[in-house]
């Protein structure tokens, strides 16, 4: 997005070190600028790429608080068994109605997008979740079972790859039961196989419909893959509705949680798909050729820049060059798809530098950028424990529930296969913005998250109110305010508080008033 | 052209042409009125200005298919094509000799019966790659063959012919706005009641309007543009959430945006084109449910539901509402194993309104034959924007060269779904206030194209011209007609002048 501003407007930051973690984390603070500065940002982004060398202990401190997150990527036999052995009405709460495990993942996402000190790797996860994307916020009829799958599909396909190897990723990602179930595989037939995964994984998974395949391909893949199913009992797949209790049903025999093929329904003979070929005869056969097919896939050149253009659009600018998508594209398959070698290109590609304030935050990333800026942590004191749950767990945080649902950007929760738009024209509208602005304030007020300490973040440091505007607006923008916003800050707090506002009586109040309209200020919502 | 003249060009016993109207084209084409001698004021040419429709797209996003809500009453085939999700003729809603509705559409026959509501069958777009994501970014530019495409048709509509007022097109649930997305900033709302700001201790919320108008009047970018436009919408939007309503919509997401399209148009704060996404998605590639209950059923039922009490809602407004269902493509003729369909091409468009040529199913159906299918799809035999062309030419006032504007590189047919708007007088209790608000418009119904006859009694399948064949023509000629006094140029391929007219050599 390009912007022009006049004279007197607060332009981004010009520093370079500021600009990487714009781009790099959910939301620069000033803390986190000085140790970086401190550390050295190459060494920093080096440090990020090795996450797991980064100790995350802040966040698991406080997840391991509540009883709710040990549901966070927990699979479908650790979830069945707490929803049954609940009371008769939360098993409807867990079975039916709300998606229990999925909401409490995206808790754990924005928690972690929020304070985790693995910044680049959180970015990572929520760049590969919308690539392949399984939404968490199942379809009611159509995706019903989802949700008993997501946080598995979330752990082992992309927290585990995210800065590791594409092809991994895309392996993994073809078989597991969330993808089976969200793409159709699990209603799929021998003679009608279901084209929808197919689709997909030639069309957003990797080499996008500029690699000029054709319906034919399409249907050999669908072929290939008619016979896979989530092998489990028919009890948790009741097609036609929700999973429902089977009474006859023990928990002694619980099937192993892998994806089998199913011989009644697998088709054999000769696939092809674009330049790829292979002969299967045997349902041994099959997975060897899945890996093989979804290897040429992961190694053809249209797929590198495919991931080239997203990782332009995340990073970079909405209409990345095609010398960038070219070059980095290059690097991917070069790489083989390693991640790390790929962010590290774009990092150091010439169009990243140059791209400074060009990109609006998405209003999930303005509203974790608030919550960072305010160093504020959820807020579950006041929240009703479900009738009939006999777990001591509280739920649902407004955060998830309200707060990111009205805004339309629930974490991981995009419910079309192509994941979240990443361009500023699809995330323009009033309602949005509206949105936005009424949040900043419901951060200061306190609710879904804890009240911010005002007087720890911003302190008075003098009785000057245009030094108090201007410490409060470094500290949020990381650059001088304009003469014409800090003026138009100054008469905002004459109209609230009169001439020489009183900092004995109204200081909070005052801290208050500048911080949300130092927010509002349309420099905050670039990235 | 001297006074008698223009008395005789002048619209005759047309009812609801009032004085008000008059004046309002007097402003728009100033020094065109004259005074007879009996003092009535009477405008010079055969065109007049009138009270546009305001232009409802409802999308129904995922690929809608049409032959489960309009269903073939050819029943042996369907049961052979769609075996698990076929519907015995025995459960239709007969509506015509070869088509019945899905039972779920019940709530749709009363508009079918005072015909105010028509199906275009086999209708869609030109490309048949069956992709979500590319045809329902297409379908919402309409702009093939074209390399940018930078604004959806609805804001280049606007573009040709707004009302100007900050709120001339409204989005209705949706985050991504491809459809209104252009030059200016449309309004998109999520709830009537949640459009507004909220102030913060000691400083009004107007008073936080007035900040965030002042700091953003500063930037010139996509997002500040729109800020300004969310800031002068804060008012007039108050105003549509004001008005009550007794009707009884379903309690869906769908009902509920309906309601406010229906307070929006209620409050006269000039609302031309709104875009409302249904809510929920209709892309049923398995476990469709059964006739009665589950997916498909529960998704017509609401449907139905939230037009008819749509309507109601409008009252006498309905008169200049016209309502189109969007998708991006219609579905595979077999079902597959899941009791599902897949992506296909053809479907079925609903255009429910004041203006509508309704009762009556139109567009020229194929038939389900094997050969008479493209792999398996219906084909395309009418494109939409020919549909979309005709609402706006003669219903909103676009002419044929603004419509060319909206939809570049494409020749549209004349299909006959839509009646004129000097057909269709306003009726004489319709509010002043609403009136106001949508303005006027230049209207001259003998400068639209007239159906062809070939095109009417050509019962065979010509399918639409793909993209490819569809190019910017070169070859285009511009002709001069004349009648009376007036004189029109006409462009196209082989264009004849309009019924009337003569051609000036």
Same mark, same amino acid.
């Given at each position: ?60 401190? !406080? ?22 052995? $609940? ?169 192993? !949680? ?134 001591? !767990? ?118 208050? =008033? ?14 | 052209?001297?006074?008698? $003249? ?101 709530? =749709? ?148 945006? =309906? ?247």
């Amino acid at each position: 997005m390009k912007s022009t501003w006049v004279e007197g407007a607060t332009p981004p930051s010009k520093d370079l070190v500021a600009h990487i973690l714009q781009r790099f984390t959910y939301g620069p603070t000033q803390q986190l600028l000085t140790d970086v500065r401190k550390l050295g940002v190459d060494n920093w982004f080096e440090k990020q790429l090795d996450h797991l060398s980064i100790s995350n202990s802040e966040v698991e401190t !406080f997840l391991s608080k509540w009883d709710m997150f040990t549901f966070v990527h927990k699979d479908i036999h650790y979830l069945w068994p707490i929803g049954e052995a $609940e009371a008769e009405e939360a098993k409807g709460q867990f079975f039916d109605s709300d998606w229990m495990a999925s909401r409490i993942l995206n808790l754990y996402t924005v928690i972690q997008q929020t304070h985790s000190k693995r910044q680049v790797y959180e970015m990572m996860v929520e760049f590969w979740h919308n690539h392949l994307n399984v939404p968490t916020i199942g379809h009611e009829l159509k995706d019903g079972h989802l949700d008993w799958h997501v946080n598995t599909w979330n752990k082992s396909v992309i927290r585990d790859h995210a800065l590791g190897n594409f092809e991994e990723m895309l392996q993994l990602s073809a078989i597991h039961p969330a993808m089976v179930v969200y793409l159709d595989g699990e209603i799929s037939t021998k003679e009608l196989p279901n084209e929808n995964y197919g689709r997909e994984l030639l069309e957003l998974h990797t080499v996008t419909p500029k690699a000029g395949y054709t319906q034919a391909d399409l249907i050999d893949i669908a072929r290939l893959f008619s016979g896979l199913r989530t092998k489990l009992p028919g009890r948790y797949y009741d097609r036609g509705g929700r999973a429902r209790l089977d009474p006859t049903h023990t928990f002694t025999d619980v099937p192993p !949680f892998e994806v089998m093929i199913h011989t009644e329904r697998q088709n054999f003979g000769t696939f092809k798909v674009m330049g790829w070929q292979r002969t299967v005869n045997t349902v041994a056969e099959v997975l060897p050729a899945i890996q093989s097919l979804l290897g040429y896939l992961a190694a053809h050149p249209e797929t590198g820049k495919a991931i080239a253009l997203k990782l332009g659009r995340r990073f970079v600018e909405d209409v990345p060059s095609q010398k960038f998508i070219d070059e980095i594209g290059a690097t991917f398959t070069s790489s083989k798809g390693d991640i790390k070698t790929v962010l590290r290109a774009v990092y150091h590609h010439p169009d990243f530098e140059a791209a400074i304030g060009t990109k609006l935050k998405r209003p999930g990333e303005d509203y974790v950028s608030v919550a960072r800026a305010l160093n504020v942590w959820p807020n579950f004191s006041n929240l009703g424990v479900w009738k009939g749950l006999t777990r001591d !767990f509280a739920f649902i945080s407004p955060i998830v529930q309200t707060d990111l649902s009205r805004m339309g950007h629930i974490p991981l929760g995009w419910l079309f296969p192509d994941g979240y738009p990443d361009v500023a024209t699809s995330w323009v509208n009033s309602n949005s913005q509206l949105l936005r602005w009424n949040t900043y304030g419901n951060f200061l007020n306190g609710g879904s998250w804890e009240k911010p300490q005002l007087e720890r973040l911003f302190p008075i440091r003098s009785k000057d109110v245009d030094v108090h505007i201007d410490q409060i607006a470094q500290t949020l923008l990381l650059t001088e305010l304009g003469s014409a916003d800090r003026k138009s800050i100054k008469n905002a707090v004459t109209k609230a508080f009169g001439a020489t506002p009183s900092f004995e009586s109204s200081s909070k109040e005052i801290t208050q =008033l500048i911080v949300r309209l130092v927010f509002q200020l349309p420099v905050w919502s670039l990235r | 052209m001297n006074s008698e $003249e223009a008395i005789k060009l002048c619209p005759e016993g047309r009812e609801g042409f009032n004085r008000r109207q008059f004046l309002q084209g007097m402003t728009l084409f100033g020094g065109m009125t004259i005074l007879s001698a009996t003092g009535v004021r009477y405008s010079f040419a055969a065109s007049t200005t009138e009270v546009p429709d305001v232009v409802i797209t409802l999308i129904l996003r995922g690929g809608f298919d049409g032959l489960s809500a309009v269903v073939p009453t050819d029943e042996n085939l369907m049961r052979k094509v769609r075996s698990q999700v076929y519907i015995p003729n025995s459960a239709l809603l007969p509506i015509d000799r070869d088509f019945g509705f899905h039972p779920s559409l019940k709530r =749709l026959l009363p508009l079918w019966e005072a015909k105010e509501l028509a199906i275009i069958n086999t209708v869609g777009a030109p490309t048949h790659s069956r992709s979500h994501f590319e045809e329902i970014a297409d379908v919402a530019y309409a702009a093939y063959g074209e390399k940018e495409k930078r604004s959806g048709w609805m804001a280049r509509f606007l573009d040709v012919t707004g009302s100007g007022s900050v709120v001339q097109s409204v989005g209705i649930g949706s985050t991504t706005k491809q459809l209104l997305g252009g030059k200016s900033s449309p309004i998109n709302i999520n709830g009537l009641d949640n459009f507004k700001l909220e102030g913060v201790y000691g400083f009004r919320p107007e008073d936080i309007a007035g900040f965030i108008d002042e700091t953003h009047g500063r930037w010139t970018n996509t997002w500040a543009g729109q800020a300004k436009s969310t800031i002068k919408a804060l008012d007039e939007i108050a105003r549509a959430s004001a008005q009550k309503s007794t009707v009884i919509y379903p309690n869906t997401g769908t009902g509920r945006r =309906l309601k406010d399209v229906a307070a929006l148009l209620k409050s006269g704060i000039g609302v031309r084109a709104v875009d409302v996404e249904f809510e929920g998605d209709w892309d049923m590639h398995g476990n469709m449910g059964s006739i009665e209950n589950g997916w498909l059923s529960g998704y017509l039922g609401d449907l139905a539901g939230s037009i008819a009490a749509f309507r109601e809602d409008l009252g006498v407004l309905w008169a200049r509402v016209t309502v189109v269902t969007v998708t991006e493509f219609g579905r595979r003729v077999s079902g597959n194993e899941s009791n599902g369909t897949e992506h296909g091409w053809g479907s079925s468009m609903f255009v429910a309104g004041g203006g509508v040529n309704g009762g009556k199913i139109h567009g020229r159906f194929p038939g389900l034959d094997e050969k008479q299918l493209k792999d398996g799809d219906l084909v395309v035999t009418a494109d939409y924007r020919s549909l979309l062309t005709e609402i706006l030419t003669r219903r909103a006032g676009v002419s044929v060269k603004g419509a060319a504007e909206i939809f570049p590189n494409f020749r549209p047919e004349v299909l006959s779904v839509m009646k004129h708007l000097s057909e269709t007088p306003l009726p004489a209790n319709f509010p002043k206030g609403v009136m106001d608000g949508l303005g006027s418009v230049y209207y001259d119904k003998d400068a639209l194209p007239t159906p062809a006859p070939t095109a009417v009694a050509s019962a065979a399948a010509t399918p639409s011209p793909s993209p490819t064949q569809v190019r910017p023509t070169s070859s285009k000629k511009v002709i001069t007609c004349v009648k009376g006094g007036r004189t029109i140029k006409v462009t196209g391929k082989n264009p004849k002048c309009p019924t009337g007219y003569t051609i000036k050599p």
